[in-house]
């Protein structure tokens, strides 16, 4: 079975950062096929990266957040840096099989009015953030 266990949660004073992290467990498929993504709350899009390691951002983290992966290892990355007390939630990584048709989703918020919609196919129960004042 599929598996998704995020950490790296904790709790920080405004400004500060954190390395979450996503470890990936029984694909059948290759890895490095999956688009991977963070999403938190309900299901708030956070970052996408895509097979070619291409990475589009929310506007609320853009700047402050970088989404990488590691595919020799099956790990998943979100550095998070000048925190901000409306970051605070629920953080969940989550991964989309390009072989199936999915029917969940995620929006990612662009600003300016734009937004994507994401499909996934597989997420974690997630690692909790809480930024303080």
């Known amino acids: 079975q599929v598996q998704l266990v995020e950490s790296g949660g904790g709790t920080v004073h405004a400004g500060g950062s954190l390395r979450l992290s996503c470890v990936a467990s029984?694909?059948?498929?290759?890895?490095?096929?999956?688009?991977m993504s963070w999403f938190r709350k309900d299901r708030e899009g956070v970052a996408v990266i895509d097979a070619d390691g291409d990475a589009t951002y929310a506007s609320s983290v853009e700047g402050r957040f970088t989404i990488s992966r590691d595919n020799a290892n099956h790990v998943l990355y979100l550095q998070m840096d000048a925190l901000r007390p409306e970051d605070s939630g629920m953080y969940s990584c989550?991964?989309?099989?390009?072989?199936?048709?999915?029917?969940?989703?995620?929006?990612?918020?662009?600003?300016?009015?734009?937004?994507?919609?994401?499909?996934?196919?597989?997420w974690g129960k997630g690692t909790l953030v809480t930024v303080s004042s």
């Open positions: 029984g694909f059948t498929a290759d890895y490095s096929t999956y688009k």
């Open positions: 989550a991964a989309d099989d390009p072989a199936q048709s999915s029917s969940r989703t995620f929006r990612l918020d662009l600003g300016s009015y734009a937004q994507i919609d994401y499909t996934i196919d597989y």
